[in-house]
């Protein structure tokens, strides 16, 4: 087995073994690598990248672009160069941006002359860092492969950061987190074993590629099977529809957050689709609800929930073979991965007995060691060795676990991470707001959407709710953008000061029903 850094380069070992066999194509640019010609894409990136950087590892290597082969490339291209990758959100703002970029200090940002501006606006922030621009034509990126030496590349310590996934904290600053090589060997692993993948497996990616899901579960580990990537730019009902019945293609896995899963069963050419080609149609990514689920395990659809998070990859998933086991435990989100084991805590620190709820705690070989920049964080997260999740679950007695809710204020809008902290403080910003409490209720397109509670000083009559939102979507990306705006005299608070936001969601709700 070729190794880099301890760990399999699972792309040279296919490129040797399977040279002709096509690892991904992309859908927008018509473009196709077979496994031998993606190797030496990913061979050129690394000794650009070593030229670029230098022999010193661990610098870090940005990259802002919508999903493209090039997103694997320069991701796998680290992994040889002793780099750490770090892609960014497109969808967020330039001042959202910064604050990562700043974090992460990259010494390279690679992005797509879609974003030009963006990059522009962060030049302040990058301190000097090259940039290289993708473009259809005068491509920069590929005109540095096609110039790139003979350098040998230098691999990261399979224990070394070689990703950074960024997601916002509870307190509003972003958080890094922190992806080795042994951590992703293990993640397409447990994904793989999970969801039955093999050479044969055709994945369609809709999900962006700045996300662990889409990097690794859509994408990464059908390249370490062996399977084949087919690289969507951005996810659309009625073309995905199209897609999974093509028998050209001959997809085999697709993987979905729950309201893309409503939106392909809502669309009107879905009756039409022939699925039996699927042999996993995973979701994930947020609480999807029996409700969505039962419709397609009727059709004979293997539809299968699962549990995740950035520092840890797969941590469970249902498994796709056994429809009748699907629909016994409709609502699980299954058994652990293969390497992961999990534990459920109580409140008062001891281990939960069958169907009794208790905090999830994760162990395994793909569990991050921790977060960038924050041993504050990761002293918070991590105790003897286990992952604590903050999310509440339970397990019944043949091991299926079932999530009952987070422990921690954190809403999930159309599959994206919402912390109300960083909306609040956007909110406080505007000019005639006093004081703002955000949290998320129920939404039938988006699974949950913001409300926004505000108070506002007296003097400032001007404050209307168009005020209030454009204010927000000039600072933060759209899916955090509250939906829904209350203006109240005061918030609800305790004896200590604390926002009482279980009496905000309880008023919004009773708004909601009334509306």
Same mark, same amino acid.
Request: aromatic residues 8%; contains cysteine.
């Given at each position: 087995?070729?190794?880099?850094?301890?760990?399999?380069?699972?792309?040279?070992?296919?490129?040797?073994?399977?040279?002709?066999?096509?690892?991904?194509?992309?859908?927008?640019?018509?473009?196709?690598?077979?496994?031998?010609?993606?190797?030496?894409?990913?061979?050129?990136?690394?000794?650009?990248?070593?030229?670029?950087?230098?022999?010193?590892?661990?610098?870090?290597?940005?990259?802002?672009?919508?999903?493209?082969?090039?997103?694997?490339?320069?991701?796998?291209?680290?992994?040889?160069?002793?780099?750490?990758?770090?892609?960014?959100?497109?969808?967020?703002?330039?001042?959202?941006?910064?604050?990562?970029?700043?974090?992460?200090?990259?010494?390279?940002?690679?992005?797509?002359? @879609?974003?030009?501006?963006?990059? &522009?606006?962060?030049?302040?922030?990058?301190?000097?860092?090259?940039?290289?621009?993708?473009?259809?034509?005068?491509?920069?990126?590929?005109?540095?492969?096609?110039?790139?030496?003979?350098?040998?590349?230098?691999?990261?310590?399979?224990?070394?950061?070689?990703?950074?996934?960024?997601?916002?904290?509870?307190?509003?600053?972003?958080?890094?987190?922190?992806?080795?090589?042994?951590?992703?060997?293990?993640?397409?692993?447990?994904?793989?074993?999970?969801?039955?993948?093999?050479?044969?497996?055709?994945?369609?990616?809709?999900?962006?590629?700045? +996300?662990?899901?889409?990097?690794?579960?859509?994408?990464?580990?059908?390249?370490?099977?062996?399977?084949?990537?087919?690289?969507? &730019?951005?996810?659309?009902?009625?073309?995905?529809?199209?897609?999974?019945?093509?028998?050209?293609?001959?997809?085999?896995?697709?993987?979905?957050?729950?309201?893309?899963?409503?939106?392909?069963?809502?669309?009107?050419?879905?009756?039409?689709?022939?699925?039996?080609?699927?042999?996993?149609?995973?979701?994930?990514?947020?609480?999807?609800?029996?409700?969505?689920?039962?419709?397609?395990?009727?059709?004979?659809?293997?539809?299968?929930?699962?549990?995740?998070?950035?520092?840890?990859?797969?941590?469970?998933?249902?498994?796709?073979?056994?429809?009748?086991?699907?629909?016994?435990?409709?609502?699980?989100?299954?058994?652990?991965?293969?390497?992961?084991?999990?534990?459920?805590?109580?409140? @008062?620190?001891?281990?939960?007995?069958?169907?009794?709820?208790?905090?999830?705690?994760?162990?395994?070989?793909?569990?991050?060691?921790?977060?960038?920049?924050?041993? @504050?964080?990761?002293?918070?997260?991590?105790?003897?060795?286990?992952?604590?999740?903050?999310?509440?679950?339970?397990?019944?007695?043949?091991?299926?676990?079932?999530?009952?809710?987070?422990?921690?204020?954190?809403?999930?809008?159309?599959?994206?991470?919402?912390?109300?902290? &960083?909306?609040?403080?956007?909110?406080?910003?505007? &000019?005639?707001?006093?004081?703002?409490?955000?949290?998320?209720?129920?939404?039938?397109?988006?699974?949950?959407?913001?409300?926004?509670?505000?108070?506002?000083?007296?003097?400032?009559?001007?404050?209307?709710?168009?005020?209030?939102? @454009? +204010?927000?979507?000039?600072?933060?990306?759209?899916?955090?953008?509250?939906?829904?705006?209350?203006?109240?005299?005061?918030?609800?608070?305790?004896?200590?000061?604390?926002?009482?936001? +279980?009496?905000?969601?309880?008023?919004?709700?009773?708004?909601?029903?009334?509306?």
């Amino acid at each position: 087995m070729i190794e880099q850094g301890g760990v399999a380069d699972f792309v040279a070992y296919h490129a040797a073994r399977t040279p002709a066999k096509m690892a991904c194509a992309e859908f927008a640019s018509g473009r196709r690598f077979t496994y031998r010609a993606f190797d030496r894409r990913i061979d050129a990136c690394a000794r650009f990248l070593t030229e670029t950087l230098g022999q010193a590892s661990g610098e870090r290597v940005a990259m802002l672009s919508r999903n493209s082969a090039d997103v694997l490339v320069l991701y796998l291209a680290c992994v040889r160069a002793g780099a750490i990758f770090q892609p960014l959100n497109w969808r967020l703002t330039a001042p959202e941006l910064a604050i990562l970029v700043e974090d992460a200090a990259p010494r390279l940002l690679v992005h797509h002359a @879609d974003f030009d501006a963006v990059a &522009e606006a962060l030049s302040p922030t990058l301190n000097g860092a090259v940039t290289v621009r993708i473009a259809a034509d005068a491509d920069g990126f590929q005109a540095a492969l096609d110039q790139a030496g003979a350098i040998a590349p230098i691999p990261l310590s399979a224990d070394a950061p070689s990703l950074l996934l960024y997601t916002s904290g509870t307190t509003g600053r972003p958080k890094g987190v922190i992806v080795t090589a042994r951590n992703a060997f293990f993640n397409c692993l447990n994904f793989g074993q999970a969801v039955d993948l093999g050479a044969e497996a055709v994945m369609v990616c809709d999900m962006p590629m700045f +996300h662990v899901v889409g990097l690794f579960a859509a994408s990464i580990a059908l390249l370490f099977h062996g399977g084949s990537v087919l690289i969507s &730019e951005q996810f659309d009902a009625a073309v995905t529809l199209e897609r999974l019945s093509d028998p050209a293609l001959g997809v085999t896995h697709y993987f979905a957050v729950p309201q893309m899963v409503q939106r392909l069963y809502d669309h009107p050419t879905r009756p039409g689709v022939d699925f039996s080609r699927l042999k996993a149609f995973c979701t994930g990514g947020a609480p999807i609800a029996p409700a969505i689920l039962e419709p397609w395990l009727t059709l004979g659809v293997p539809l299968v929930d699962g549990f995740g998070m950035s520092e840890i990859g797969t941590g469970m998933c249902m498994p796709p073979s056994d429809p009748a086991r699907l629909l016994a435990k409709i609502g699980s989100c299954g058994l652990p991965a293969m390497t992961t084991q999990m534990r459920l805590v109580t409140a @008062d620190g001891r281990e939960a007995d069958a169907r009794e709820v208790g905090e999830l705690w994760v162990c395994g070989p793909n569990v991050s060691p921790g977060y960038w920049n924050r041993p @504050d964080a990761t002293a918070s997260a991590f105790q003897d060795g286990w992952l604590k999740t903050g999310d509440a679950a339970w397990r019944d007695e043949d091991g299926f676990y079932f999530l009952v809710d987070r422990l921690k204020d954190m809403y999930i809008s159309g599959g994206e991470n919402v912390y109300p902290a &960083e909306v609040e403080a956007a909110l406080l910003e505007l &000019e005639g707001v006093c004081e703002a409490a955000v949290i998320g209720t129920p939404d039938p397109q988006w699974g949950e959407s913001g409300v926004a509670f505000i108070v506002g000083r007296i003097e400032t009559a001007q404050l209307t709710e168009a005020v209030v939102l @454009d +204010h927000c979507r000039a600072r933060l990306a759209r899916y955090k953008a509250p939906r829904r705006l209350i203006f109240i005299d005061a918030l609800p608070r305790t004896a200590s000061g604390k926002v009482q936001k +279980h009496l905000l969601r309880e008023r919004a709700m009773q708004a909601q029903q009334r509306s």
